[in-house]
């Protein structure tokens, strides 16, 4: 059974950074994609970036030069580095892998 553990969301002012932890289990992680998405009040889940096993990326148009995710296969572990933080950006992360969802991170970015 896959399990993920998020950590590092928090408050920030806009213009700031955070980054983004999601630690598996129970999967070969390395042969596998992991991603984030989120979800503002009142509004769909998106995606926000996905990182497939041999490091592919893809971004989401709103966050393409600002967030990076990577991946530490020994660690089975996915970041997410969001730098110059908006606070459209206010939204509760949540990490994904194998059809599995962490537990969400809320992520708020004040004016």
């Known amino acids: 059974q896959v399990q993920l553990v998020e950590s590092g969301g928090g408050l920030v002012q806009a213009g700031g950074s955070l980054t983004l932890s999601c630690a598996a289990s129970?999967?070969?992680?390395?042969?596998?994609?992991g991603g984030w998405y989120r979800q503002a009040p009142g509004k769909q889940r998106e995606l926000v970036a996905i990182?497939?096993?041999?490091?592919?990326?893809n971004y989401a148009d709103s966050v393409k030069c600002r967030f990076t995710i990577s991946r530490d296969n020994a660690k089975s572990t996915v970041y997410l580095r969001m730098n110059n933080l908006k606070p459209e950006d206010t939204a509760v992360y949540y990490c994904w892998h194998l059809g599995t969802w962490g537990q969400g991170t809320q992520v708020t970015v004040s004016s």
């Open positions: 990182i497939r096993s041999g490091g592919f990326t």
């Open positions: 129970g999967s070969i992680f390395s042969i596998n994609a």
